[in-house]
């Protein structure tokens, strides 16, 4: 059995998923709305405002700044959780810079500048796995604009703002420790904008406002983490988070004094709570990454229906989802690996795709592999120019070679559409051939003719049928 693949003279993607592990405790805190000292925001407990001064073993915890968001905090929020402060889309909102230091602690901050960068990122664990996606989706249907800017002219001590082009959702800054610092910053994305339907009705996710500060390097660069900190947020459209704190607010107003009790009080301003800094892989653009690149191995997960392998490439991702008819969410598993997918809850995919198509995802990716329609064997001769042609098979009744000298290990081959086009494409990733150099493919018949490969031919073959492969060096044949 011999085929003839002619053929010309003769690319392989990387990714990366972002994963931020990150746990804040709930803290609510309450400032005056006119002036205010640090001594007053440091006594601050948990949950209520208290008199007294901070004791030693507290002062010596205090982080060296403090960042307050100049907006009320809801009162829908129970006890020993996290603050919530809505904002509205596109407003400036004021967030104070305060140098916390204690005297003489750490003096080389003295009258010098240190670096922020302020970004607004997801709140939510599994969003935060998928930023990249999300924010990509996001720029898909916002062309031009940007997650956060930073208001300028209403900001106070701060120096060479600036913003990068690939990474829309941060800003960043210079700022005076020793000097009143004001950043005002404009949250442009609403929090039902990555919500997986919009019907109306949703409930937003919830963002966080995060600032990180860094001092200089002996090179003059800020990379040194001093301080990081972020708080819980929602945005709506314009004057929706006003009604919204209303809301909240009349609903506590129905509520016992019991039950009251289990709830937070409204704060007018918003303590951003330590935590880790944002790591250095944060999304970027992917139009400033390297350039995409292709390996031509043989696929990691079998043609069908069958179940996606852990160990799929990006690539093999999209012609997965290609193949089981799940091409509307390409775009948003652009960098998943096989792995990443996999990772999904059921849960996960039903807030992604919806109801329908998430419980269809699920129950495909969980499927197992089913037998392909035709299953054909085949292994690489050496080229016709070193030893002569030989023509080997063998039948699937008893799996024996016709020349019982050959020792040759085959690749299985698995076929489910039994089309040429398919066959073609398998045996140039057995061969790691570019199939865009392949243009004709032949079976040799008898007295050594070339027959052109058809999809009736292919759909004719005994199931185990084995090939050998040889190639012409001279004329650029393949000889199957």
């Not at 030693?56 to 960042?67: A, G, I, L, M």
């Not at 001092?215 to 003059?220: C, I, L, T, V």
């Not at 996606?308 to 991702?317: F, G, H, I, K």
Request: charged content about 25%.
């Amino acid at each position: 059995m011999a085929w003839v693949l002619k053929m010309d003279d003769a690319t392989i993607e990387s990714g990366l998923v972002h994963d931020f592990d990150a746990s804040l405790s709930g803290i609510g805190q309450e400032l005056g709305a006119g002036a205010y000292s640090m001594s007053d925001v440091l006594a601050l407990p948990i949950f209520k405002q208290e008199d007294g001064s901070v004791s030693d073993e507290s002062d010596s915890k205090n982080p060296p700044f403090q960042y307050v968001l100049c907006a009320a905090t809801s009162p829908a929020v129970k006890l020993h959780e996290e603050t919530l402060t809505y904002l509205n889309q596109g407003q400036s909102y004021e967030i104070r810079l305060l140098d916390n230091r204690k005297i003489g602690e750490m003096p080389e901050l003295n009258s010098t500048n240190v670096k922020s960068i302020v970004r607004v990122v997801f709140h939510d664990r599994r969003l935060q796995y998928m930023e990249h996606q999300q924010l990509e989706g996001w720029k898909w249907n916002r062309p031009g604009d940007r997650l956060l800017d930073i208001d300028i002219p209403m900001s106070v001590g701060i120096t060479e703002p600036h913003t990068h082009s690939s990474q829309l959702n941060a800003a960043e800054f210079l700022w005076d420790v020793s000097k009143r610092a004001s950043v005002f910053v404009q949250v442009h994305c609403i929090s039902t904008e990555f919500t997986p339907r919009k019907h109306g009705g949703e409930k937003g996710v919830p963002f966080r406002i995060q600032i990180d500060t860094f001092k200089q390097n002996e090179n003059g660069e800020y990379t040194e983490h001093l301080h990081s900190a972020s708080c819980q947020i929602k945005v709506f459209k314009p004057k929706g988070a006003d009604r919204k704190q209303k809301t909240d607010r009349e609903k506590m107003e129905k509520r016992s004094a019991q039950e009251k009790e289990k709830y937070q009080p409204s704060y007018d301003t918003t303590i951003l709570s330590e935590c880790s800094p944002w790591p250095d892989n944060a999304y970027v653009n992917p139009n400033t990454a390297a350039p995409a690149t292709f390996t031509s191995n043989t696929h990691s997960y079998t043609s069908g229906n069958a179940s996606l392998s852990p160990s799929a490439s990006m690539q093999d991702v999209q012609q997965w989802l290609h193949k089981n008819r799940f091409n509307s969410y390409c775009r948003i598993f652009t960098h998943f690996s096989g792995s990443d997918l996999l990772k999904l809850t059921r849960e996960d995919l039903v807030q992604i795709c919806g109801p329908a198509d998430g419980i269809r995802l699920y129950n495909a990716l969980k499927s197992r592999a089913v037998r392909p329609r035709l299953t054909v064997y085949v292994c690489q001769e050496m080229s016709h120019a070193e030893s002569p042609l030989l023509e080997r098979r063998c039948h699937s009744k008893n799996r024996e070679l016709d020349s019982p000298t050959a020792l040759h290990v085959y690749h299985a081959l698995y076929l489910e559409e039994m089309t040429a086009s398919e066959l073609t494409r398998k045996i140039s990733n057995v061969l790691s051939l570019p199939l865009t150099h392949i243009n004709q493919v032949y079976r040799q018949g008898p007295t050594g003719i070339h027959i052109l490969l058809s999809d009736q031919m292919v759909s004719n073959f005994l199931d185990e049928s084995c090939f050998a492969v040889s190639t012409l060096k001279g004329n650029g044949l393949i000889f199957v």
